[in-house]
């Protein structure tokens, strides 16, 4: 997030076809997961697929699977309130999900007022 990507959450549960639309549709450049990815899944990927227990392993160097140009994807003018946080996938009235781009100013407002009402303050973890 703090070079400019945003992150696009994938659930393996998923069917293949709706994880390879919501893929190509966001551009995924690089797909990081906790878990082994079934080989169908892995296959429908337009990117690279890598396991965080690899990374930090380091059985894969990072700048194999992340964007040779970082300040291709964040920008000149780095990462501000309108840049994009995520883009979460709707269920897709129509038959297609739809994504929506979640900004940084948006995710911070949305922490914000869940933390005024659940009465969370800085102390809490």
């Excluded at 551009?27 to 080989?39: I, L, M, P, W, Y």
Aim: proline share 7%.
């Amino acid at each position: 997030l703090k070079a400019g990507a945003a992150y696009v959450p994938l659930d393996p549960v998923y069917p293949v076809e709706r994880l390879e639309f919501m893929a190509a549709d966001a551009g995924v450049v690089a797909v990081v997961s906790s878990v082994s990815v079934d080989e169908r899944v892995r296959g429908a990927m337009p990117a690279p697929v890598v396991l965080v227990d690899d990374l930090l392993a380091g059985d894969v160097p990072a700048g194999d699977v992340l964007v040779d140009d970082v300040e291709e994807v964040g920008g000149p003018g780095g990462v501000g309130p309108g840049s994009a946080a995520y883009v979460i996938y709707t269920s897709g009235s129509t038959g297609r999900p739809k994504g929506v781009v979640v900004s940084h100013g948006n995710a911070v407002g949305l922490l914000r007022s869940a933390g005024r009402e659940l009465g969370c303050g800085r102390g809490d973890v």
